[in-house]
């Protein structure tokens, strides 16, 4: 086997390999030389090549959503470092397992002069885990760092930052290890309700209005039994999300719809005496204001690792997972007298018959591409979903309970959806839909620049001609300053993307070219495929907020 000259390497690929890190990500460079040469020889690593390190950073986040093991990404010194900034943010605050190993230049080097040289050490540290900064010689204190912050990346899902000086030469290799690496074990927690519960249990058993609200959560994360005992409980009201990948028929899982036309009567009657939350990010903005003014008396989070106080009102964490946190408390609860849920069935009831009634009007638009688009995804997928508008409009409506929701809500940015989605779909080995704005998808079109995209991965693009969020936010004004400065106005497609990096490409502007679009890309797995839709500028957000006035 080859292996790198330089000792330290092969420190840092030896403990890798030995700790289970075998998803590499690595983008060109001189100063990685030994650890690209490492990785890429040794036959327990599978490793991919991306030369834009933001892509590759957003595309190894994918992978490791996926497989919920940490995967690691390589750069070389200098700015290339930095451009994994984004992807680390959000690996930060979707608890995402995810090491960045990046090649420096000796401390002598720094501040020097010296070409591509920055400062690097400590350079994520609001937002890592982590952070290793070797020496330039293998020993045991390097390998202690290099334990720990893999450890740390495995135990508390986020991100770390290993920083390795490497001097010159850098592209010498040998046949045999010269290092025998220290390895240690990490310390694997095991979640236990560690409290006692039934004082909890007192204040559940005599509340009669109870909010469960879930945000980004894993798929089958939480027992089926313990949704039947919430969906059943008349003082409990379940509402989701689209990324709650829960589902059943008495949950709520289109939140705006249920509570924008609520009058300060209703949202007083809705006021929860307690609030239960687990999962990650909320979407909504009308539940979280509505939360954050009519504030439950009590509010519980439920997450083995952290818990956000997002409507000012947090009042216990319970650091477990939902599965141990239920099978301990529903065994203290009882059902209780209450209309809480009958009423909030009634409203989900009235507002499902006139939102179906308006979509049988309205034309064609950002609105009704999804009500064609979600119900012909094919069954047992994937749907990663980009932010801004895309991940708006698909909280108004459900999804099949065999496809599996994914969103980079950590930070809720545009910047990488689609290399994540990329990544996530290589990770998971399942067909995978993206379903991306024109905005955020020519943000990251590098992210097409990639030789690993599955042939069964499609994309839908819904092309409006800007950033058509800022339409529907406060604030809009029909000037040249908004259509240039907020709405970024454009008249481009994808066409050329298309063809340049070889996907089938295909065009709908009607509700018929939709359906005939969306039948040809799901039966056609040899390439591949972009869908892009376009739809009117001027109309989508009239539409939309004609539609919650609708519903009234």
Same mark, same amino acid.
């Given at each position: 086997?080859?292996?790198?000259?330089?000792?330290?390497?092969?420190?840092?690929?030896?403990?890798?390999?030995?700790?289970?890190?075998?998803?590499?990500?690595?983008?060109?460079?001189?100063?990685?030389?030994?650890?690209?040469?490492?990785?890429?020889?040794?036959?327990?690593?599978?490793?991919?090549?991306?030369?834009?390190?933001?892509?590759?950073a957003f595309f190894a986040l994918g992978i490791a959503q996926q497989i919920k093991k940490p995967v690691a990404v390589i750069c070389t010194s200098g700015s290339a470092l930095l451009n994994y900034y984004p992807a680390f943010a959000e690996a930060f605050y979707s608890q995402?397992?995810?090491?960045?190993?990046?090649?420096?230049?000796?401390?002598?080097?720094?501040?020097?002069?010296?070409?591509?040289?920055?400062?690097?050490?400590?350079?994520?540290?609001?937002?890592?885990?982590y952070n290793a900064n070797l020496t330039e010689n293998a020993s045991p204190e390097n390998d202690f760092l290099i334990n720990e912050a893999i450890n740390k990346a495995f135990a508390k899902c986020g991100p770390v930052h290993i920083n390795v000086p490497f001097e010159e030469p850098l592209y010498e290799t040998v046949s045999q290890l010269s290092v025998n690496p220290q390895i240690s074990s990490s310390i694997?927690?095991?979640?236990?309700?560690?409290?006692?519960?039934?004082?909890?249990?007192?204040?559940?058993?005599?509340?009669?209005?109870?909010?469960?609200?879930?945000?980004?959560?894993?798929?089958?994360?939480?027992?089926?039994?313990?949704?039947?005992?919430?969906?059943?409980?008349?003082?409990?009201?379940?509402?989701?999300?689209?990324?709650?990948?829960?589902?059943?028929?008495?949950?709520?899982?289109?939140?705006?719809?249920?509570?924008?036309?609520?009058?300060?009567?209703?949202?007083?009657?809705?006021?929860?005496?307690?609030?239960?939350?687990?999962?990650?990010?909320?979407?909504?903005?009308?539940?979280?204001?509505?939360?954050?003014?009519?504030?439950?008396?009590?509010?519980?989070?439920?997450?083995?690792?952290?818990?956000?106080?997002?409507?000012?009102?947090?009042?216990?964490?319970?650091?477990?997972?939902?599965?141990?946190?239920?099978?301990?408390?529903?065994?203290?609860?009882?059902?209780?007298?209450s209309d809480y849920n009958e009423k909030a069935q009634k409203i989900k009831k009235l507002r499902q018959e006139k939102s179906?009634?308006?979509?049988?009007? @309205?034309?064609?638009?950002?609105?009704?591409?999804?009500?064609?688009?979600?119900?012909?995804?094919?069954?047992?997928?994937?749907?990663?979903?980009?932010?801004?508008?895309?991940?708006?409009?698909?909280?108004?409506?459900?999804?099949?309970?065999? @496809?599996?929701?994914?969103?980079n809500r950590g930070t809720s940015g545009i910047d990488g959806s689609t290399s994540t989605a990329i990544g996530a779909a290589v990770g998971s080995q399942k067909q995978t839909t993206f379903i991306a704005g024109d905005v955020g998808f020519l943000y990251d079109s590098n992210a097409l620049w990639n030789n690993y995209i599955p042939k069964n991965f499609k994309i839908i693009l819904i092309n409006n001609g800007g950033g058509g969020i800022f339409r529907i936010l406060?604030?809009?004004?029909?000037?040249?300053?908004?259509?240039?400065?907020f709405e970024t106005s454009h008249c481009l497609t994808a066409e050329h993307?298309?063809?340049?990096?070889?996907?089938?490409?295909?065009?709908?502007?009607t509700e018929e070219s939709l359906k005939n679009g969306l039948d040809i890309i799901f039966n056609q797995n040899e390439k591949p495929c972009l869908l892009e839709v376009f739809t009117p500028t001027l109309q989508n957000d009239k539409l939309l907020l004609d539609y919650f006035n609708h519903l009234v």
């Amino acid at each position: 086997m080859t292996y790198p000259k330089i000792p330290l390497a092969q420190s840092i690929i030896e403990i890798c390999r030995q700790k289970g890190i075998h998803t590499i990500v690595i983008s060109p460079g001189s100063r990685n030389a030994p650890l690209t040469i490492g990785f890429v020889n040794n036959s327990n690593f599978t490793c991919y090549s991306i030369a834009d390190e933001r892509c590759a950073a957003f595309f190894a986040l994918g992978i490791a959503q996926q497989i919920k093991k940490p995967v690691a990404v390589i750069c070389t010194s200098g700015s290339a470092l930095l451009n994994y900034y984004p992807a680390f943010a959000e690996a930060f605050y979707s608890q995402i397992p995810f090491i960045v190993i990046s090649a420096d230049r000796p401390q002598d080097k720094i501040d020097i002069g010296d070409g591509q040289t920055i400062r690097q050490e400590n350079v994520f540290e609001n937002h890592s885990l982590y952070n290793a900064n070797l020496t330039e010689n293998a020993s045991p204190e390097n390998d202690f760092l290099i334990n720990e912050a893999i450890n740390k990346a495995f135990a508390k899902c986020g991100p770390v930052h290993i920083n390795v000086p490497f001097e010159e030469p850098l592209y010498e290799t040998v046949s045999q290890l010269s290092v025998n690496p220290q390895i240690s074990s990490s310390i694997s927690k095991e979640f236990i309700v560690d409290e006692n519960l039934s004082q909890y249990a007192s204040i559940w058993n005599s509340s009669k209005k109870k909010l469960i609200l879930v945000g980004v959560n894993e798929p089958n994360a939480v027992e089926q039994k313990f949704l039947e005992n919430l969906a059943n409980d008349s003082s409990v009201v379940v509402m989701i999300e689209t990324t709650s990948n829960l589902h059943h028929p008495k949950f709520i899982n289109t939140i705006d719809t249920i509570i924008t036309p609520f009058t300060d009567k209703d949202f007083e009657d809705f006021q929860p005496e307690i609030l239960l939350t687990f999962g990650g990010m909320i979407v909504s903005k009308r539940i979280k204001a509505f939360l954050r003014k009519y504030k439950p008396q009590h509010h519980w989070h439920i997450d083995s690792l952290r818990a956000y106080d997002t409507f000012g009102c947090l009042t216990k964490h319970f650091v477990t997972q939902p599965n141990i946190f239920f099978k301990s408390f529903f065994e203290l609860t009882q059902n209780i007298e209450s209309d809480y849920n009958e009423k909030a069935q009634k409203i989900k009831k009235l507002r499902q018959e006139k939102s179906e009634l308006y979509l049988s009007k @309205i034309p064609f638009s950002d609105f009704k591409v999804f009500e064609i688009l979600l119900p012909r995804l094919p069954q047992n997928s994937h749907l990663q979903i980009s932010n801004s508008s895309p991940i708006r409009y698909a909280q108004l409506f459900d999804i099949e309970k065999s @496809i599996e929701v994914f969103s980079n809500r950590g930070t809720s940015g545009i910047d990488g959806s689609t290399s994540t989605a990329i990544g996530a779909a290589v990770g998971s080995q399942k067909q995978t839909t993206f379903i991306a704005g024109d905005v955020g998808f020519l943000y990251d079109s590098n992210a097409l620049w990639n030789n690993y995209i599955p042939k069964n991965f499609k994309i839908i693009l819904i092309n409006n001609g800007g950033g058509g969020i800022f339409r529907i936010l406060p604030g809009h004004d029909e000037s040249e300053v908004f259509t240039t400065f907020f709405e970024t106005s454009h008249c481009l497609t994808a066409e050329h993307l298309a063809k340049m990096y070889q996907l089938e490409y295909h065009i709908a502007s009607t509700e018929e070219s939709l359906k005939n679009g969306l039948d040809i890309i799901f039966n056609q797995n040899e390439k591949p495929c972009l869908l892009e839709v376009f739809t009117p500028t001027l109309q989508n957000d009239k539409l939309l907020l004609d539609y919650f006035n609708h519903l009234v």
